[in-house]
């Protein structure tokens, strides 16, 4: 098995202009049922963590309670150089919106894309660290891992960080790699992993970001684990502890007995038309003008 690098202490500095020039990072927030959460969420990009990101696109799943109301009131005070309020077409799940932002991502010159839920679970302030020392520019991805030496968890019973820290362990033992998370609402991507045509066949729903871990360990992917800090107050689950659990099984069982085969499978429950999303509110905050490491104005529809 091979290792995977223990987190160490990353310097707060900024990167090098001359390097962070290069980067157009666009942060995707996939969002559903999240009107307490998404104007928290999306007030966490001050001028010190907006400055990193040339765009974020809130991403809304057909959510029923406000959602895109609440986003369109907070993006304005968003420090960043655009904001994209958007919603799919039809309801393609977690999977399907990250399939939706990652083929925008690749149509429109980003170079990475940074994943944030909009449940206001994970905090883009621990990302900030990996950028300052260009972290993402050296892997092809870095992941946010709530189980990793210095990660904070805050209303997590000690019965769902057992089971969490048992499954890493039996996906490390089959993948034939350490796993630390199976999937957080806090990673980052370069272009090598999002515009990869092969997630498409990954899973949908909740399972997508197993899928994308598998698919990085089979390719033989550079990533690295960063500590995160993670919490649960008013968000609603969508998981079904029990349920979840078995189906995250079968899929390592698959993945080690049939391996051929489960890199060729379409895993999805059913095929989609296409992932395809409509923009509602196109914002430029007045806070986030300048902003931005290499950020230009974004892309378009």
């Known amino acids: 098995m091979t290792d995977m690098p223990q987190p160490d202490q990353i310097p707060p500095e900024s990167a090098p202009p001359e390097t962070a020039s290069s980067d157009k990072i666009l942060v995707f927030v996939p969002c559903y049922n999240c009107a307490p959460q998404i104007g928290r969420v999306l007030a966490q990009f001050t001028?010190?963590?907006?400055?990193?990101?040339?765009?974020?696109?809130?991403?809304?799943?057909?959510?029923?309670?406000?959602?895109?109301?609440?986003?369109?009131?907070?993006?304005?005070?968003?420090?960043?150089?655009?904001?994209?309020?958007?919603?799919?077409?039809?309801?393609v799940n977690l999977g399907g919106s990250h399939k939706a932002a990652f083929a925008y991502a690749a149509a429109h010159g980003f170079s990475h894309v940074a994943v944030l839920h909009g449940d206001d679970q994970g905090a883009i302030a621990d990302l900030i660290p990996v950028l300052a020392a260009g972290r993402h520019r050296r892997h092809d991805a870095c992941l946010g891992a709530r189980f990793a030496p210095g990660a904070r968890l805050q209303g997590y019973s000690r019965v769902r960080?057992?089971?969490?820290?048992?499954?890493?362990?039996?996906?490390?033992?089959?993948?034939?790699?350490?796993?630390?998370?199976?999937?957080?609402?806090?990673?980052?991507?370069?272009?090598?992993?999002?515009?990869?045509?092969?997630?498409?066949?990954?899973?949908?729903?909740?399972?997508?970001?197993?899928?994308?871990?598998?698919?990085?360990?089979?390719?033989?992917?550079d990533f690295i684990y960063f500590p995160i800090t993670w919490r649960e107050d008013d968000q609603i689950s969508?998981?079904?502890?029990?349920?979840?659990?078995?189906?995250?099984?079968?899929?390592?069982?698959?993945?080690?007995?049939?391996?051929?085969?489960?890199?060729?499978?379409?895993?999805?429950?059913?095929?989609?038309?296409?992932?395809?999303?409509?923009?509602?509110?196109?914002?430029?905050?007045?806070?986030?003008?300048?902003?931005?490491?290499?950020?230009?104005?974004?892309?378009?529809?």
């Not at 820290?165 to 790699?177: E, I, P, T, V, W």
């Open 238 to 301: 969508n998981v079904r502890l029990v349920s979840q659990a078995w189906g995250t099984l079968r899929i390592l069982f698959d993945h080690v007995a049939r391996r051929g085969h489960f890199r060729r499978a379409d895993h999805r429950a059913e095929v989609p038309d296409g992932y395809v999303f409509d923009v509602l509110h196109d914002i430029t905050p007045a806070a986030g003008q300048g902003a931005g490491h290499g950020a230009g104005k974004g892309a378009g529809a």
């Open 161 to 221: 960080i057992l089971g969490n820290l048992g499954m890493n362990a039996l996906f490390s033992l089959g993948a034939g790699r350490r796993v630390r998370d199976l999937g957080s609402g806090l990673n980052i991507f370069a272009r090598p992993v999002f515009a990869d045509m092969d997630l498409t066949r990954a899973a949908d729903d909740l399972r997508f970001n197993i899928f994308l871990l598998l698919g990085l360990i089979d390719q033989r992917r």
């Open 47 to 91: 001028p010190e963590q907006g400055r990193w990101f040339a765009e974020i696109l809130v991403l809304d799943n057909g959510s029923r309670d406000g959602t895109l109301a609440a986003a369109r009131a907070a993006a304005p005070d968003a420090c960043v150089p655009r904001v994209r309020i958007a919603r799919n077409r039809t309801n």
